[in-house]
């Protein structure tokens, strides 16, 4: 397995995309701010999941890319609805 020069610019993307929502959800000013940090390190991590399975030539990855990105969705709007409280 070697990657090509296109495999490695998006996969040194997806880290730059990963290292860059860390940073945003520790430094967030905001609890609003950290959920979409948070948000968008899941969407990230489902990308380099389905990159892996396209990688390996494996479809086991694409499931493991589908229960992780449907669980960081319900996990992301849980935080959500708790930090919206109480107001409609």
Not at 58 to 65: C, E, I, R, S, W
């Given at each position: 397995m070697?990657?090509?020069?296109?495999?490695?610019?998006?996969?040194a993307m997806a880290g730059a995309a990963l290292l860059l929502g860390l940073l945003r959800l520790v430094l967030g000013p905001g609890a609003?701010?950290?959920?979409?940090?948070?948000?968008t390190?899941?969407?990230t991590a489902?990308?380099?999941i389905?990159?892996?399975?396209a990688l390996f030539e494996?479809?086991?990855?694409?499931?493991?890319?589908l229960i992780f990105g449907v669980l960081a969705f319900v996990f992301v709007v849980a935080i959500?609805?708790?930090?919206?409280g109480d107001r409609q």
């Open positions: 070697t990657l090509n020069l296109l495999e490695t610019l998006a996969f609003a701010d950290r959920v979409v940090a948070a948000d390190l899941s969407v489902t990308a380099v389905a990159g892996l399975a494996t479809p086991l990855y694409l499931d493991v890319a959500a609805r708790t930090i919206e």
